[in-house]
């Protein structure tokens, strides 16, 4: 037929505008579904209410458009047997959660801004307005202080993340975990200082007791040459004694002897 000897303008559109490729046409149509955005050869894609905003809500985000007016969208998707181009307007430029969550992790501690009070809760700006949530039972570990009344409206407070949603892009934060965290970490310094004062207690009492084991066997040393001095100066006197008390035996002996002979 003459269908199939004429060339296939899906066919060149997907070798012209591959997908990743940026493209502009003229909105065509406006449905509660997104846009329809005329393309070249007749082809017609479809911007999704959720490819519209990063931040907007989709039904929020069509009312900006008008029929007629010309748009730019990115390539998202190309079906050539259902005839079905994806576009994204939004993909134009980078998610500002993905860029802003980036260097966030499970576990971070960061200071927010109470935006509004509800009766669920406080709701947190991060960063440069990167929107987070806080639980009423997170707002404190006492009961009596987990109330949205207790914050202001601009305050800042330190949260913990604990839940980083890209597809509802949100976070969630808790308050109650940041002061488990700084308990526990208190409760552990002061076991680290109590490990440690014992251990230098124990070092101090090894020390006296050593210095007190060493004085001692000191003093004993001493006692001992004592001892031993006097001992000796006894056993000299002694010796000296008996040479002198044998001396003047002798001296006796020639004495008496000498006395017969006169």
Known sequence: GLKQTMSNPWDEFVEKFPVGA???????????????VGLSGEIDGMVHLSDLDWETPGEEALKVYTKGEMVKAKV???DTQKERISLGIKQLTDDPFAAGT?????????TCTVTALTDGGIEVSIGEGMPGFIRKSDLSRERS??????FAVGEKVDAKVTQIDAKTRRLTLSIKAREAEEAAFKAAEEQHQKIRAEEQKRYEEYVAAEQKAYQEAEAKHREMVE?????????VAAQRKAIEEAAEKEREYYEKERALHE
């Open 22 to 36: 940026e493209i502009e046409g003229e909105v065509k149509n406006i449905t509660e579904f997104g846009l329809f």
């Open 145 to 150: 202080e987990q109330r949205s009344d207790r």
């Open 76 to 78: 998202l998707d190309v």
């Open 227 to 235: 001892a031993e001095k006097k001992q000796y100066e006894e056993y």
């Open 102 to 110: 980036g260097e966030l992790k499970r576990g971070s501690v960061v």
